[in-house]
């Protein structure tokens, strides 16, 4: 068999994962600010109920943070169900049905989640 | 650049009867446990977004929101979904923290023995109390 690793590995413009690696990481410090964000505007002072828990998700810019959140989400949520499919999938036609259907989810979750977060 | 390796070595999955076996040391344990809680969030994503519907569309569905946690639904007792609920604030208190970690020993390139033993038992310390402490907001 012919060796494609090491020096010799194939060069296919693929980037070993590099690009999937680091959009993981930056969409995981993304998804983390939008935490800190609903953690301290929870703790500011006032009543915790429906007036005070729609209000924070009324200003544009917590809407604009919570969409980069949901699009975060996405490509955070493919990579990790991917390592998880290639680790414990090895039947090829099993792992790309199983791909397929992740990406279905994951769509569908955040059309449905845009939409309750631009209709308010 | 010379050829270090000859034949890649080949790394098969233990078995999963062999499982109970292994001695899982404290960083391994959370590496599993970020898996598994992923999972969890990534399987439960609608109801999330189920919830996240409800408490914010109107002040109507902000009462079928909270009549879910106390009278429950679909002949489902309150204390079920809170028992749900639990599961998911423990999936991402822990996947949150492990994250951290994780971005942590990215920056700082921490790849000690030490520090990974170190932090994954303050990750384990760190996301019991704040799961206990969400959990009995949640149930209290």
Known sequence: ?120 | MADTVKQPPVYRNIHITQLPHYRLPAPGLVSILHRISGALLFVMLPFVIWLFDASITSEVSYAQFTSLFSAGWGGLPGWFFKLVALALIWAYVQHFIAGLRHIYMDVTHATGLAFGRGSAIATLIATAILTIALGAKLFI
């Open chain 1, 1 to 120: 068999m012919a060796q494609t690793f090491g020096s010799k590995r194939t060069v296919v413009g693929a980037h070993y994962g590099l690009r999937d690696w680091l959009a993981q990481r930056v969409t995981g410090v993304v998804m983390a600010l939008f935490t800190l964000a609903v953690i301290v505007q929870i703790l500011l002072p006032g009543e915790m109920g429906y007036d005070k828990w729609a209000g924070m998700f009324s200003r544009q810019w917590m809407k604009v943070l919570t969409f980069i959140t949901i699009v975060s989400l996405l490509w955070h949520a493919w990579v990790g169900v991917r390592d998880i499919l290639m680790d414990y999938v090895k039947p090829l036609g099993t792992r790309l049905a199983l791909q397929v259907a992740t990406i279905v989810w994951l769509v569908g979750c955040v059309g449905w989640a845009v939409q309750v977060l631009w209709r308010l």
